[in-house]
Nanobody, 114 residues
Framework: QVQLVESGGGLVQPGGSLRLSCVAS????????MGWYRQAPGKQRELVAR???????TYADSVKGRFTISRNNAKATVYLQMNDLELEDTGRYFC????????WGQGTQVTVSS
């Protein structure tokens, strides 16, 4: 049974930082491309960042220079360091594992508000 469990969300003021974590189980983690998506109220789910099974990363233009995705294969964990958060970063953040199948976590809420 595959599980992706996100944590680290919360309420933060603009300009603040959060670090999201996603622990995976039930998959050979090192073989999977891992990603973070987000969905704001009334908007479509969108890719935030992803990292392949090595170190190649991709970011949405809106988060480049502010967010960093990384992974620790020994801990089967992917991280999203989010700095200089903006109101528009508010949403539910989902962890995704992708290879021949795609798995989604339940998400963690990030709210940026003054």
């Amino acid at each position: 049974q595959v599980q992706l469990v996100e944590s680290g969300g919360g309420l933060v003021q603009p300009g603040g930082s959060l670090r999201l974590s996603c622990v995976a189980s039930g998959i050979n983690f090192g073989l999977y491309r891992m990603g973070w998506y987000r969905q704001a109220p009334g908007k479509q789910r969108e890719l935030v960042a992803r990292i392949d099974s090595g170190t190649i990363t991709t970011y949405a233009d809106s988060v480049k220079g502010r967010f960093t995705i990384s992974r620790n294969n020994a801990k089967a964990t992917v991280y999203l360091q989010m700095n200089d958060l903006e109101l528009e970063d508010t949403g539910r953040y989902f962890c995704v594992a992708d290879r021949t199948s795609t798995y989604w976590g339940q998400g963690t809420q990030v709210t940026v508000s003054s």
